[in-house]
């Protein structure tokens, strides 16, 4: 069984930084080479959207609003993708998932296109950020 799971959300002050994480299991071996993997954000009443993403290639995608502030890091021996979001503000708030699709494609796609029906999600963890 895949397995997403995200830590690390929580309280921060505008202008701060603030790390999570998504740590994949159960990821069958035989299709590794092939994924899109990344995480989204919603807010109330909003739809959920990219934020920043990474395919198999390596090649990275972000949203317009976080792009110089937030950095995707992969560590693929422990199997955990990790943003780093640094001066954070309020438009930053909300839920943020971690998503898997074992469909290949370029991570820029994303910005564009929601991840299909095979993708797994995580569970979310909330981000509020304080002015």
């Known amino acids: 069984e895949v397995r997403l799971v995200e830590s690390g959300g929580g309280s921060v002050q505008g202008g701060g930084s603030l790390r999570l994480s998504c740590e994949v299991s159960?990821?069958?071996?035989?299709?590794?080479?092939?994924?899109?993997v990344g995480w989204f954000r919603q807010r109330p009443g909003e739809v959920r959207g990219v934020v920043a993403a990474v395919d198999n290639l390596g090649n990275t995608a972000y949203a317009r609003s976080v792009k110089d502030r937030f950095i995707l890091s992969v560590d693929f021996t422990k199997s955990v993708l990790t943003i780093h979001m640094h001066n954070v503000t309020s438009e930053d708030s909300g839920m943020y998932y971690c998503?898997?699709?074992?469909?290949?494609?370029?991570?820029?796609?994303?910005?564009?296109?929601?991840?299909?029906?095979?993708?797994?999600w995580g569970q979310g963890t909330q981000v509020s950020v304080s002015s």
């Open positions: 998503a898997l699709d074992p469909v290949g494609g370029f991570a820029r796609e994303w910005l564009i296109i929601r991840p299909g029906p095979d993708a797994y």
């Open positions: 159960g990821y069958p071996s035989t299709i590794k080479r092939n994924y899109r």
